[in-house]
């Protein structure tokens, strides 16, 4: 986690790293139950990365 207390994911996500965010997920990244909680970023992320 940043200073801030994001994840590499969320990030990645929120900032359209498209690339990053594929590479992430399709690598083991553990999405936490809760972090993600009334968020949508990876919700935009996923549907947009080619």
Sequence with gaps: ????GRTPLQ???YF???PVTR???ENGTVIVKGV???SKM???GI???K
Excluded: K
């Excluded at 986690?1 to 801030?4: G, I, K, S």
């Design 42 to 44: 990876v919700g935009m």
């Design 23 to 25: 590479t992430l997920l």
């Design 1 to 4: 986690m940043d200073r801030l």
């Design 47 to 49: 549907p947009n990365m």
């Design 16 to 18: 359209g790293f498209y």
């Design 36 to 38: 993600f909680s009334g």
């Design 11 to 13: 990030v990645a996500c």
